[in-house]
């Protein structure tokens, strides 16, 4: 039974109770529990567990704590076992007795289980000396780990609706807004736009009721860390949304949560409730005359429903597509009433704000852009995942000290920034410090956050074209620039990784990404030429290749490479022989192999195949 | 009285009421922009970009489509820039690529210079204005069509492809800037080519004269409350 709370020292007086009751010495196994993790079959773990436990007569001595995300989803399943913050991962069921009698029981460490640092090959035993976390600044996401999102108490008790509690009995919406302000707060949502500002705008809008929304459509497909946010702690992003619609005066929010994140939905959902019975949210929180309450809604899916105006068309019941706003959503918004919306990540930073105070906040980050980011980092790099990173945090040290650098011994060629429609920043620049302004000056973007690291074996105008090629599709198609101009760009793109690419082509892609990017409506096509534009800025090179010479220097483009084997080096061994799907490969015991060229459908198994690096690609 | 507003086109001053976009004001004050999918009787929808103009506003200057853009107090408006020319000229070359034969592009496309796409060219012919959608829901009340697909997938027609609901008015015919819905009658009946509709027409119980549509004097009878024997005569003999 939750009781509800009519004031703030009746809050407080829960929190210390809660804190009481959780002893941070006590035995406790964290199983992250996470799409990530979820798909790495962390659920049959759980149930080992608790048999296990039951089997020893352990239930009470230790707690299992089931997480969120915590962001290093690559290693998952993963473990901490606390009090030592013991990092165990790739966790499979047969380890759980191990783990229980082993470790629980005997206090030993199972060294197979351990994470070993890819680059230096030492055994890490520790949760924070794990090099992919001890870099990052974990304010946003760090709580994750040690809290289980479908309970408030876990929550209270680390401190949670302090913040609403100060902002509503200590500060006055203005001053809210002020200190929101003051911390330099920009939306992580993508335009980056001071949230503080927007509040005030949408405050002082004329109109009722006024609404604020939480844009959680992530549509890009390789973020999700909005996801991981709500699935992982809900209440961090419900906390900030109630403190913004009172800052603004709304009593009414929205979350547009796409429909393919059904954890995300059934965590929040819960949380609502559990805000509600304690009276947190809903009619005269904290025993104030306030109301606020949520309502869920679930998105359709289409990348540019998340972009403002289509989201509101949506929430409307309308087709989800841009309009033209010169009067801003914050005066004329949803049902043309004045709407604040922000990114789920934007609103979970707004309770550290108020808590710690907008000063505090300030010293993280960079002139222009504060706090901190929470960036997808994938692709050619030994660690995978979410990391959460201080702004003015350059490139490099993402992609190396965290990222532990490129795989395989590679060259390290570029990193696209900032989902779909962000640019490719080369080496050169891999000091830059990630902020806003910087990423947009490069000609890339902080967009949602993706951050996709390439290596020598990217071609980059076959990036540009697999980009375009979503952002054709995504397009809602109706703007003549955006809808027909990226349709040309991808066929000037095909044409050139297929050996039809002509001079000129690069010089007319130029001036028609110009114009999509000029002419749009939205943002959808103001930005989708950035990985055409970029890659032409920093690779012209690679693009001049594939059309003047017919090469692929990367060795991906089908029609521009041949594979060859160099008979120097092959012991012909046949191995390639038997993997060639084609037929194509010819030789007997040793006599050097051959590919016939007709023959060869360019699958590149053989250049897999061979252990002695004779296959060639040219 | 609504309340008037102030700005410059060219560097010329006008004046327009509040809540009226640039696109109409600019025309009937004798600028040219060229357009495609705007039309006064119905909302404006941004779509085809070819009403680009230069706007100046607290010292940013930015293109933007003029049909949609609200007038502002103390804009600038540039019709004719380097820009505007530019990003105007590709839209057209855009546009005439998606359909070679449309003569109302061609037309607008040799003003412009134009002489032959840079892009391999399609034959479609809609431009996707979305001018039919807009006046058969908005004038009409019928509608009956409406885009479907997204990108350059994305296509104008009844839902479905069944167009059950088009009373066969013909205001999408006359609205459509390149002409690509066609429209035939004979003596019996109406068709709507495009959108594959057929209806009967009503004739005249006095002169015998077929006037309309049966199925759009049933749907006008059924909006506006007439008598059940309203349209029994047609306007001409009904004086
Ligand atoms: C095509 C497109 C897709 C977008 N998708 C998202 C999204 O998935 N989530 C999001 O928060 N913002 C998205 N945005 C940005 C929103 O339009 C809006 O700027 C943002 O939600 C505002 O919140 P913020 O100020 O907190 O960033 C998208 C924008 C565009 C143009
Ligand atoms: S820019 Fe693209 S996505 Fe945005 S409204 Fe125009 S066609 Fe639709
Ligand atoms: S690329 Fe594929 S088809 Fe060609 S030779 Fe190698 S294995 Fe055979
Ligand atoms: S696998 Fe390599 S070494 Fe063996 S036959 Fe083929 S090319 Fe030669
Ligand atoms: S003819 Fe049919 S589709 Fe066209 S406006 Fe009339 S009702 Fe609508
Ligand atoms: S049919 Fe004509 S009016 Fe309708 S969208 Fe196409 S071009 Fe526009
Ligand atoms: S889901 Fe487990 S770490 Fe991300
Ligand atoms: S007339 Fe303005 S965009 Fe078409």
Redesign the pocket.
Known sequence: MRERLRNPENLERLRQKLQKERDPNKRRITV?A?????AYGCGEIISALKKELKKRKLQQDVEIKVTG?????ER?P?LVINPQKLFYQKVQVEDVPEILSETIEKGNVIDRLLYVNPVTGEKIVHEDEVPFYKLQERIIFGSNGSIDPTSIEDYIAIGGYRALAKAFFDMSPEEIIESVKRSGLRGRGGGGFPTGLKWESCRKAPGEPRYVICNADEGDPGAYMDR?LLEGNPHSVLEGMVIGAYAIGSNQGHVFVRKEYPLAVQNLRIALQQAEEYGLLGEGILGTGFDFSVRINRGGGAFVCGESSALMASLEGQPGEPRAKHIHTVISGLYDKPTNLNNVETWANVPLIIDKGDQWYAQLGTEGSKGTKIFSLVGKVNNT??VEVPMGITLREIVYDIGGGIPGGKKFKAVQTGGPSGGCIPESLLDLPVDFDRLTEVGSMMGSGGMIVMDEGNCMVDVAKYFINFLRDESCGKCTSCREGTQRMYEILDDITEGRGKRGDVELLEELGWVVAEASLCALGGTAPNPVLSTIQYFRDEYEAHIKEKRCPAGVCKALIQYTIDSELCTACGRCRKACPSDAISGAKKVPHKIDQEKCIKCGMCVESCKFDAVKVQ | MKTMIEFTIDGVGVEAEEGSTILPVALENGFEIPHLCYHDEVSPYGACRLCLVEVERGGRRRLTASCTYPVLEGIQVLTDTEKVRKARRMIMELLLARCPDREALQELGSQMEIEKPRFELREEECILCGLCERVCREVVGANAISFFSRGYKKEMGPPFRDPKACIACGACVYVCPVDCIKMEETEEERTIVRWERTLPMKKCKACGQSFAPWFQLEYIKEKVKLPKDFFDVCPDCRG
């Open positions: 992250c996470g799409t990530g993790c979820g995300c915590h962001g290093f989803c998952g993963l991981s995942g979410l």
